[in-house]
Each structure stands twice: as structure tokens, then as C-alpha cells.
């Protein structure tokens, strides 16, 4: 019994004394390497070698320019997270157009980054009418889309959560413009009761919206959306308690790029041209002084053009009830009509 004792505490004492680091530690200065967890920033970390995969990616992303011109044929064969990259890439090339746009969008993306390129109400148009599933949208620095593009967007991208835009003085009027489209609202009925609308008459607007990223809004466009889309929350930030109860989107937050996550596995060198790379894009000066004053008289007048056409086409609509009303009432054949349908709707329905 005591040699077995003994055995197994010779087997602790050889434990303790094996030396399993296989790169023995360094003499000079009688340093000894930091192993202790307090000390783990210090020491050199691993970096993942990046995939095969990336790799590809990265290669085709460099030479994107050159196969443009295919890109329609060439994308009917990717997956839909590698046809995301490349329309990351060719943003951050400045490559991204309508064209590129629509040869890659997937029907299955839920994240669409156009910020600062060159795509236009068309080009967006017809991604919308792909990519239905659209939850978070970055239009922002975009000068060639209009609130016409982004009217067809929330006809067709019906999940469409957070958007995001500003950033230029064309997008900020962009984005004014836009809050008649984002109001959920009616369409012209006849009925004359709550009761007999029919659901599908109040399936305009962006319904599903809650979050707008829009940095540099003016405080008018802030109030009219508080009072008008109390809802929508405007420049969400971010907090452990979430908003409302509602935890904020990672989409939402104003110091994210929408599409980083899709090419955070790529080299950056892959957007670098000749070994220059190209420069990020940041929002220009939001100064109005880049417009001219003709251009301004424009944009306003189109504001207030838009924002009272709901005006008049309820004021039309209330002058065309009044006109039949009267004539019902100024008409005895057109009154006995209107009682003789209600006597036989009342019929019909003591019958059933």
C-alpha cells in the first residue's frame, strides 16, 4: 500500500515538473514570456487565414470592371451572399450603377447598400420588384433618386424596416419629399362607415417602417415626422434597454456601413486601384450653397406642391360627395332611386 503511495506521488512530482511549451522561454535579460490572462492583450493573436472562398471573391472584385459588360450571365450562376459582395464591391469601387445593380439582385437579400453610386430611380425600381424581402436600405448620397423611386420601393418591398438617407442636399430633399409616402393612409372609397372598409384599402404607405437614419435632418422634417409617423423613430441610438422596448437593429445605428458585414471576410486591396485606394465615400457638405438659386426655387416648390396635393385631392373629393348629395336631394327620381335600392338591399336581406 505505501508503494503505491509513493508511486503515485512520484507521478504528481514528474507532472509538475514536464515542461509542455515546445518553444523554450528566452534567456536574454533572464525575460520570461507574459502567459497570465491579465497580460492576453500583449501577446500576438491568431489571424484566420480567410477562406477559399474570400479569396475568389477578392479576385473577381478586382478585376469587376473588366466583366461588367457579363455580369448579367455570370451572376445567374452565384449564390446570392456572393452576388451581395460583389454589389459591396463594386459600391465601394464606384462601380455600382443601375446595370450592376440589376444583373446581381437576389431575391432572397434583406439588405440592400446603394450610398454615394450611381444608381437611379430605375435601377431601383426594378431591384424592388426583385428583392421583396428588403428589411434594411441605404439610399443615402444618392443624388439620382427621387421620391418616385422610393414611392415604387414601398409598393413592392412591403418589410421594408429601416432606411436610411440624407447625407447631400439633393437626398436631404429626397428624403423630405418622401414623408406623404411614408404615412400609411386610405384610398378613395365609398363607403360611409368604418365598418365597411374593406382591408385592402389601407395597404398604402410604408406600413413596417420604424426606423429612419437621416443624420443631418432639418428640425421642420423632425417634427412633421414625430407628429405625422409617431412610429418611425428618427436617428435611433443605440442602448441596452432598447427603445420603447424594442431593441434597436443594427441596421439603425447612424456609425455602422450597412453592407461591412458582407465583405468583412475580403481583403481591402480588393477595392484598391493600381495600388491607390479608393478613397471612402464620405457625405459632402450639407451646405446649400452647392445648389443654384433656380434649383432651390425648383426643389421648393415641388415640396409644397407635394405636400398639399393630399389637401386637394381630399377637398375634391369632399366637393364631389357634396355635388351628389345635392343632386339627390334637388332630384325626386334620383331620391326615390336611392330609397327603392335601400328597400330592396333590406329585402334581400331578411330573406337570407
Known amino acids: 500500500m505505501d508503494k503505491g503511495k509513493e508511486g503515485a506521488k512520484a507521478l504528481v512530482n514528474s507532472l509538475h515538473n514536464l515542461n509542455l511549451n515546445l518553444n523554450p522561454p528566452s534567456t536574454v535579460n533572464n525575460s520570461i514570456p507574459i502567459t497570465h490572462i491579465q497580460f492576453s492583450g500583449l501577446l500576438p493573436k491568431k489571424v484566420k487565414p480567410p477562406s477559399l472562398v474570400s479569396l475568389c471573391v477578392g479576385v473577381i472584385g478586382r478585376h469587376l470592371e473588366d466583366i461588367i459588360a457579363d455580369l448579367n450571365e455570370i451572376a445567374m450562376n452565384l449564390p446570392a451572399d456572393i452576388k451581395m459582395a460583389l454589389a459591396a464591391i463594386a459600391r465601394r469601387r464606384r462601380l455600382l450603377n443601375d446595370d450592376v445593380l440589376i444583373a446581381l439582385a437576389d431575391a432572397s437579400w434583406e439588405i440592400l447598400d446603394v450610398s454615394g453610386s450611381d444608381v ?91 426606423w429612419l437614419v437621416w443624420p443631418n435632418i432639418d428640425k421642420n422634417s423632425l417634427e412633421d415626422f414625430s407628429i405625422e409617423c409617431p412610429r418611425v423613430v428618427v436617428n435611433p441610438k443605440s442602448s441596452p434597454f432598447g427603445f420603447m422596448g424594442t431593441q434597436v437593429p443594427r441596421e439603425a445605428l447612424q456609425n455602422i456601413v450597412l453592407d461591412d458585414a458582407v465583405v468583412k471576410d475580403i481583403d481591402p486591396r480588393t477595392w484598391t486601384v493600381h495600388g491607390i485606394a479608393v478613397k471612402p465615400i464620405l457625405p459632402p457638405s450639407s451646405s446649400s450653397s452647392e445648389l443654384s438659386l433656380a434649383e432651390k426655387f425648383r426643389l421648393a416648390f415641388e415640396e409644397r406642391d407635394n405636400r398639399l396635393a393630399p389637401k386637394r385631392a381630399k377637398n375634391a373629393r369632399q366637393h364631389q360627395r357634396r355635388a351628389a348629395r345635392e343632386l339627390i336631394l334637388m332630384s325626386t327620381r334620383a331620391k326615390s332611386m336611392v330609397l327603392a335600392s335601400q328597400v330592396s338591399k333590406s329585402l334581400n336581406s331578411r330573406g337570407s
Open 120 to 210: 437611379s430611380d430605375s435601377g431601383l425600381i426594378k431591384a424592388a420588384e426583385v428583392c421583396r424581402f428588403i428589411k434594411a436600405l441605404d439610399i443615402s448620397r444618392c443624388t439620382k433618386i427621387t421620391a418616385t423611386g422610393i414611392s415604387e420601393l414601398v409598393k413592392h418591398c412591403h418589410l421594408l424596416e429601416t432606411l436610411r438617407c440624407g447625407g447631400c442636399p439633393r437626398s436631404d430633399s429626397t428624403a423630405r419629399r418622401c414623408l406623404s409616402i411614408f404615412i400609411p393612409k386610405l384610398e378613395y372609397v365609398e363607403e360611409d362607415s368604418w365598418e365597411e372598409l374593406d382591408t385592402k384599402e389601407i395597404t398604402t404607405g410604408a406600413h413596417s417602417l420604424r
